[in-house]
């Protein structure tokens, strides 16, 4: 492949995305637990203790980890972007990493962005393949993939389970990560179903990013982050807004690859 190579690192509060290429072609992605992530770059050559201090992550030990090809530069963005800078690389706003990755992967330039992450989700208005305005929620995990997670778990489902429920949901009031599951306790004795509980579950998701969407009067939603792979919750979104919702092939690589965009 001709042209430099350049390493993408999208740092989120679970995981830690990838990905190394030239322009559009992606050569190499990974994915890692963001704990693993900083103790394995803070431990990844010379006194640990003065990486940490100046917060700088070196990112060459994960590479020779995950085998990770040579690349020229790096650019990083995420939820760690301004907790840590990566070690000779450039650090970018995540609307602006997350715009780019859509554009990249559907080829799209007028869309409505919907980033549905782990703790926190961002609606993004993308005009002539450019932020034009956006709006996110990142106060707390209520609503994000983290709540969805917590309630598969407390009903020990699978997420892929999860994901084919969207019929006939109970409504759920509590779209807390934490205290949703004693909602879910309460549902279970009067007699649910888990999949109507994991339907109503999906179903309060939609109803928290709705009036996100709406603002923009999107004629066309791009789904992104781990909670885009959540077919219950595409669906759940046409139905609630009426408008047709495209997944790119990597959403939770996406953020990444708009960093090899930059």
Request: some cysteine; glycine content about 12%.
């Amino acid at each position: 492949m001709s042209g430099p190579m350049t390493m993408g690192v999208d740092a989120g509060s679970r995981q830690v995305k990838i990905v190394i290429g030239a322009g559009r072609q992606i050569t190499f992605n990974a994915m890692i637990d963001t704990v693993q992530f900083y103790l394995t770059c803070r431990d990844g050559g010379g006194d640990s203790r003065d990486i940490v201090s100046s917060r700088v992550i070196d990112i060459t030990r994960l590479a020779q980890l995950t085998g990770a090809p040579r690349w020229t530069r790096v650019v990083s963005t995420g939820y760690g972007r301004n907790n840590v800078a990566v070690a000779g690389g450039r650090a970018i706003p995540e609307i602006m990493a997350h715009a780019a990755g859509a554009v990249s992967q559907t080829g799209l330039n007028e869309f409505t962005l919907v980033d549905l992450g782990g703790q926190d989700t961002k609606v993004i208005s993308v005009r002539n393949g450019m932020v034009d305005d956006f709006v996110m929620n990142d106060k707390c995990a209520a609503g994000s993939g983290r709540y969805l997670e917590n309630i598969a778990m407390a009903l020990g489902a699978s997420l892929d389970m999860l994901g084919q429920c969207w019929h006939d949901p109970v409504k759920l009031s509590n779209t807390c990560a934490i205290f949703g599951e004693s909602e879910v306790v309460g549902l279970v004795s009067d007699g649910a179903s888990v999949e109507s509980i994991l339907a109503g579950a999906n179903s309060s998701v939609v109803a928290r990013l709705t009036p996100m969407i709406r603002r923009y009067r999107p004629k066309v939603i791009v789904a992104t982050g781990g909670v885009a792979k959540n077919m219950a919750v595409r669906k759940l979104l046409e139905m609630e807004t009426g408008v047709e919702v495209i997944t790119p092939a990597e959403p939770q690589l996406n953020g990444a690859i708009g960093c090899v965009m930059a």
